[in-house]
C-alpha cells in the first residue's frame, strides 16, 4: 500500500543546484522519459500496429508504410529506403543524402499522397511536405553492422551479440523534424489529441516505427543475398537493436529557446523525486524491484562504450559509484523509515553526478502510481505570446533580476574567458555553431543565446535609471533588453526554466545540455564524438510493434528481454 | 507557397532581425505576423512593406493621450508593444500611423476590449475582423483612435481562435524574407568549417 509522508518531505531540489549544466549532463533516462510514456500509453490503450506494405526491390530501393491505431486516430510511417553510395553517408544535418528517409503521415495515405511524398521526402531540405504530415526524418546504416548482420543471416546464421552490443543499431537518424518544419503540420493543432498530451510523442512513434522497418530490410537485403539459405534475425537478437541518433549543435539551443518547457521537464522529474522521498515504508515488493533493476543497471553500464576522454572519465566515475553502491546497498535496511530519502542523501554524500543523477531516475522505477501521472505535465502545448509586463517600475525589475539571476554575478563578466564564445547560424549550412568571439568574425551575428550574459548587460544598465520609472519608459529607450525583459518575467515564475550557468564561456560543454534533452527523451548510451556532438540509441530492448501486448513491462528499457 | 505557422514564425523573426531590429522587436514582430496569418490576412506581404520602409519611429510621448513623432510616422510595432507594455485601457489618439494592421496583434493581447477608428477604418471587437469593411486596412492612417469598449457586450474577443491553419505566401514575397534573414548568417571561414559544429570525427561507423 502507498505510503507516502507529504508532510515531512515535500522540499524540491533547489534550481541552483538541478540547474547547472554538469548536473544537467549527467542525467539518466526515467519513468517520466517520453519513450517510456509513449510505450505505457501504445501498451495500455491496446494500439494495433500492422505492415500495410512493404514494396523494396532487390538493390534495397523503394518503399515501405506501417499503421498504427489508436483508440481515435491512425498514423502511418512511409519509410523510403535508397541505395546511397558509400562516399555519401554522413550524418550531418546538412547532408543531401541518405540510406532512408521517413515521415510520419496523419490517419492512411492514398496512393496520391504517396507519389507526392516520394518527391518530397527523399530531397529533406527542398522538398516540402503538408498539414497532413506531422514529421520528416532520414537515417543512414551503421555499414559495419549492417554489412555484418547481411552477411551472417544470409550465410544462415545468427550475428555475433558482441558486435550488435558493440554499435548498437542498425541505422541512426540524423534529425527528426516536427512543429510545422519543411511544411509538416504545426503542433498546436495537434497536441490536444490525448495521445500527444506528453511532450515529442508524435516524433517518437515514428521513430519506433522506423526501428521495425529497419529489421524488415536487413531481413528482406539478406534473403535478396542467399534467398535459399538466410534466415530471419533471432527476435531476442532484434530487442538489442535501437535506433541510433546523432546529436550536435542544431539541438542544443533548445532548452534555452523553450524555457517553460524546460521548467516542465524538471519540475516532473523533480516533484517525482520529491514524491519517492516522501515514502513512508518500501514495501518488499518495491526493494525487490529496484535491487533487481540495479543488477541490471550494472550489466547496462557494462555495455556503454565511448571513446570520448569526457565520457570516458565519467564511465570510470560511474564504475567507482557502483562499487560503492554495490557495497552499501547489500546493508541497506529497505525497512527503514524513508529509505528513499535515506538513499539520496547518501548519494548525494558519496557519488559522483552520474551515480548521483543515475540512482534518482532509478528510485522512481517502484512508483509508477507516483510518478506517472506527471507526464501529463510535461508539455508547454500553448507555447502562447508572453506579453511583458511594462507597468512594473524598474525597482520592481532590479528586485527580480537579483531574485532569479542572482548567480551571475558570481562570473567576472569583464574577463575574456566568460565571453569566449558566441552562437551563431553559418551562411553556409543554415545550422546554429559556436565560434570563438575574439578570433572569429562572428560576433555580429550573434544568437541569443547567453541570457547570463544580457542579464548582466540589463542590470548595468537599470543602474542608470531611477527605481520609480516603468520599465515600458526604459525599453523605448534601451529597446536591446526587451527579449532580456520578457525572459526574466518567465523565469520568475518557472523556477527551473533557466540554465544556472554561462553558455558562452570557454568551459561550456553543448553536449551537456544535449544529453539533458536526450535523457528526456528515454536516450541511452550516451557516446559524445566531441564537445559539440553525441551519439545515443533510443528504443534498445523495447518491443517491436507487431509485439505489442497489455503484458510488456515497464522496464524494457533495461533490457527485460535479454 | 504554403507554410506552417512555425516556419512563418522563424522566418518573421529572422526577417525582422536581419532587417536590424533588437532580437527582442524582432520576438514581437514575428508574434504579430502569425497572428494576423491566424486571423485570414496576408501578413507576410504586409510585414514586407514593413521591413522595407525606414522611415517610421517609435512614439516619443507613451505617457500622454496622443502619441505621435515629429520625424514622421510612426513604427506599428513599436507603437503597439507600448500599448500592450502599458496595458492601455484609456483613450489614445495616434497621429500618423503606417500599417495600422500591425497594431491590431498587440492591441488583442490588452485586458480591455478595444475600438479602433481612423479616418478610413472602424474595427470593432465585437464584429471581429471579418467585416467586409475592414478586410483591407490602409498603408497609413491620419489619424487612429484606441478607446476601450467596456460596457458593450463581447461574444468573442478579436482573433481569439485561429481561423485557418496554413498560411500561403506569394513566393516572391517569401523569398525576399529570407534574404533578410540570410543577413543573420555568419560567412564561412575555413575555422567554423572546422570547428563550427565539432566535426572532426568520421560519421561512419
Known amino acids: 500500500m502507498l505510503d507516502v509522508d507529504q508532510k515531512s518531505i515535500t522540499e524540491l531540489r533547489d534550481p541552483s543546484e538541478v540547474m547547472k549544466l554538469s548536473r ?185 516505427m522506423i526501428r521495425w522497418f529497419v529489421l524488415d530490410l536487413v531481413n528482406h537485403m539478406a534473403k535478396v543475398q542467399n534467398p535459399d539459405k538466410a534466415v530471419q534475425l533471432d527476435s531476442k537478437l532484434g530487442y538489442r537493436l535501437g535506433i541510433g541518433n546523432s546529436t550536435g549543435l542544431g539541438m542544443a539551443p533548445f532548452l534555452l529557446n523553450h524555457p517553460v518547457l524546460l521548467n516542465n521537464w524538471i519540475l516532473a522529474k523533480e516533484t517525482a523525486l520529491s514524491r519517492v522521498r516522501s515514502v513512508q515504508k518500501s514495501s518488499t515488493e518495491e526493494s525487490r524491484l529496484f535491487l533487481e533493476l540495479y543488477e541490471k543497471s550494472i550489466i547496462l553500464f557494462g555495455l556503454w562504450r565511448s571513446d570520448h576522454p569526457l ?117 553556409e549550412k543554415l545550422e546554429p555553431r559556436l565560434g570563438e568571439r575574439f578570433s572569429e568574425p562572428i560576433e555580429s551575428y550573434e544568437q541569443p543565446l547567453s541570457p547570463a550574459r544580457d542579464a548582466y548587460r540589463l542590470s548595468k544598465d537599470l543602474d542608470n535609471f531611477g527605481g520609480d520609472e516603468l520599465i515600458a519608459n526604459f525599453l523605448i529607450l534601451k529597446p536591446e533588453h526587451r527579449h532580456t525583459i520578457r525572459r526574466l518575467q518567465i523565469i520568475s515564475n518557472h523556477p527551473y526554466s533557466e540554465i544556472h550557468d554561462n553558455t558562452i564561456g570557454s568551459q561550456l560543454l553543448p553536449i551537456d545540455m544535449l544529453r539533458c534533452k536526450l535523457s528526456f527523451f528515454g536516450a541511452v548510451h550516451f557516446d559524445p564524438r566531441s564537445d559539440r556532438w553525441v551519439r545515443i540509441c533510443m528504443f534498445k530492448g523495447a518491443p517491436y510493434p507487431n509485439q505489442i501486448s497489455n503484458s510488456i513491462s515497464d522496464y524494457w528499457s533495461y533490457l527485460e528481454g535479454f | 507557397m504554403n507554410v506552417s505557422f512555425n516556419e512563418l514564425k522563424s522566418m518573421s523573426k529572422g526577417a525582422a532581425r536581419g532587417a536590424g531590429f533588437d532580437w527582442g522587436y524582432a520576438e514581437e514582430i514575428s508574434f504579430a505576423v502569425v497572428w494576423l496569418a491566424k486571423n485570414g490576412y496576408n501578413s507576410a506581404t504586409t510585414l514586407l512593406t514593413f521591413l522595407d520602409n525606414k522611415t517610421i519611429y517609435p512614439p516619443t510621448n507613451i505617457n500622454e493621450n496622443i502619441w505621435t513623432n515629429d520625424k514622421g510616422d510612426l513604427d506599428p ?129
Open chain 2, 77 to 205: 510595432i513599436k507603437t503597439g508593444v507600448a500599448l500592450l507594455d502599458l496595458n492601455i485601457s484609456k483613450t489614445i489618439v495616434l497621429k500618423g500611423i503606417f500599417l495600422p494592421l500591425l497594431i491590431v496583434p498587440f492591441v488583442s493581447q490588452l485586458k480591455n476590449v478595444m475600438l479602433l477608428e481612423g479616418n478610413n477604418l472602424k474595427l470593432v471587437a465585437e464584429n471581429g475582423f471579418f467585416d467586409s469593411k475592414v478586410k483591407y486596412l490602409p498603408a497609413r492612417a491620419d489619424v487612429l483612435k484606441i478607446s476601450s469598449t467596456q460596457g458593450t457586450q463581447v461574444f468573442n474577443k478579436i482573433g481569439e481562435y485561429p481561423l485557418t491553419k496554413r498560411c500561403e505566401v506569394d513566393n516572391d514575397v517569401w523569398n525576399r524574407l529570407k534574404e533578410f534573414t540570410y543577413r543573420t548568417y555568419a560567412p564561412v571561414t575555413d575555422e567554423s568549417r572546422m570547428l563550427g559544429a565539432g566535426s572532426g570525427l568520421s560519421d561512419n561507423d
Open chain 1, 24 to 208: 544537467m549532463g549527467s542525467f539518466h533516462q526515467s519513468r517520466l522519459s517520453f519513450m517510456r510514456i509513449l510505450m505505457r500509453q501504445i501498451r495500455d490503450e491496446n494500439w494495433k500496429f500492422k505492415k500495410e506494405e512493404f514494396n523494396v526491390n532487390n538493390k534495397g530501393v523503394g518503399h515501405a508504410i506501417y499503421s498504427a491505431t489508436g483508440p481515435k486516430n491512425t498514423y502511418s510511417l512511409i519509410a523510403f529506403a535508397h541505395d546511397l553510395p558509400d562516399e555519401k553517408r554522413s550524418d550531418r544535418v546538412i547532408a543531401d543524402a541518405w540510406d532512408a528517409t521517413f515521415t510520419l503521415y496523419d490517419g492512411s495515405p492514398s496512393e496520391e499522397d504517396i507519389e507526392r511524398l516520394k518527391k518530397n521526402v527523399p530531397l529533406q531540405e527542398v522538398g516540402r511536405i503538408s498539414e497532413n504530415e506531422l514529421c520528416l526524418s532520414r537515417a543512414n546504416k551503421s555499414v559495419r553492422l549492417w554489412d555484418h548482420i547481411i552477411s551472417s543471416l544470409s550465410a544462415g546464421c545468427q550475428p555475433d551479440v558482441k558486435q550488435i552490443d558493440s554499435v548498437g543499431y542498425l541505422m541512426r537518424t540524423t534529425a527528426v523534424y516536427g512543429s510545422g518544419k519543411f511544411g509538416a503540420v504545426d503542433r498546436e493543432f495537434v497536441s490536444d489529441r490525448s495521445e500527444f498530451k506528453a511532450p515529442f510523442q508524435y516524433e517518437l512513434l515514428s521513430v519506433f
Open chain 1, 311 to 427: 565520457q570516458i572519465k565519467k564511465l570510470k566515475e560511474i564504475s567507482n559509484d557502483l562499487a560503492c553502491l554495490s557495497k552499501y546497498l547489500e546493508k541497506f535496511d529497505f525497512e527503514t523509515k524513508y529509505p528513499w530519502d535515506k538513499l539520496f542523501n547518501w548519494s548525494k554524500e558519496n557519488l559522483s553526478m552520474e551515480g548521483q543523477e543515475f540512482i534518482i531516475s532509478l528510485m522512481m522505477e517502484p512508483y509508477g502510481n507516483l510518478v506517472d501521472e506527471l507526464a501529463f505535465t510535461m508539455s508547454d502545448n500553448k507555447q502562447s505570446y508572453v506579453k511583458i509586463d511594462g507597468l512594473k517600475s524598474i525597482g520592481d525589475i532590479r528586485k527580480q533580476l537579483n531574485e532569479v539571476y542572482g548567480w551571475i554575478f558570481n562570473i567576472d563578466w569583464e574577463c575574456t574567458d566568460s565571453n569566449a564564445r558566441a552562437w551563431y547560424v553559418s551562411q
